[in-house]
Nanobody
């Protein structure tokens, strides 16, 4: 079992930045790949980025060049640095974990990010 706790969401103006954190506890193997997803009101949950324990990462086209995913393997924490935020980035952001990339076995509770125009 894995527990994921996100933090760092909030309200920011367009063009601003936020840094999300996701602290994982439980099975280390099950957190080899950690991801961020987001869900805007009335829309399906969508992939944002993932990072593996050895540092491989991938991003959705919509955030490439603006968001940076990183992780601290000692603290078993993953971060999402979000820069140049736009109103369309407004969503609940979820952390996910799994043994392999692009799988989502465990989810956090989500953290709200709101970007005002």
């Amino acid at each position: 079992q894995v527990q994921l706790v996100e933090s760092g969401g909030g309200l920011v103006q367009a063009g601003g930045s936020l840094r999300l954190s996701c602290a994982a506890s439980g099975s280390i193997f099950s957190t080899d790949a950690m991801s961020w997803y987001r869900q805007a009101p009335g829309k399906q949950r969508e992939f944002v980025a993932y990072i593996t324990r050895d540092g491989r990462s991938n991003y959705a086209d919509s955030v490439k060049g603006r968001f940076i995913i990183s992780r601290d393997n000692v603290q078993n924490t993953v971060y999402l640095q979000m820069n140049s935020l736009q109103p369309e980035d407004t969503a609940v952001y979820y952390c996910a974990a799994a043994p392999v990339a692009l799988r989502t076995d465990y989810w956090g509770q989500g953290t709200q990010v709101t970007v005002s125009a």
